[in-house]
């Protein structure tokens, strides 16, 4: 499953994907990964959840941060979510490349059942046609 919480910058996004992340991770049967530019959350979010900060890794683009998240999911095979906290920053793109990945990443989640939630901050008008459905 594919969720997006797309809204303009200093809505609330970060906290409420925090929130869900800590609430998932008491119940969650496997792990959890949460994925952000940088360290600044890294001490708002419980320490069973495996914390990635994308700015100790080169990756520049949306390919090369598929490959990233196709590396953690090979590594390890209980993780049941991936949190992606500001997806325009960890992969250094704009919101016309949204749908590219999001195809890429519903055909990982289908055959290996991870579920991604990932936050933009793009308006929902903004965003291409084709992700409205996938839209909290």
Known sequence: MISILASSKGTGKTKKIIDLANEDVEKAKGNIVFVDDDKRH??????????????EYPTKNMDEFFGFLCGIISHDHDIDKIYIDGLLKVMDTTCDEIPKLVNKLEKLSNKYEIDFFMTISCLKNDLHEDLHKYLV
């Open 42 to 55: 890294i001490y708002d979010l419980k320490h069973r959840l495996r914390f990635i900060s994308m700015d």
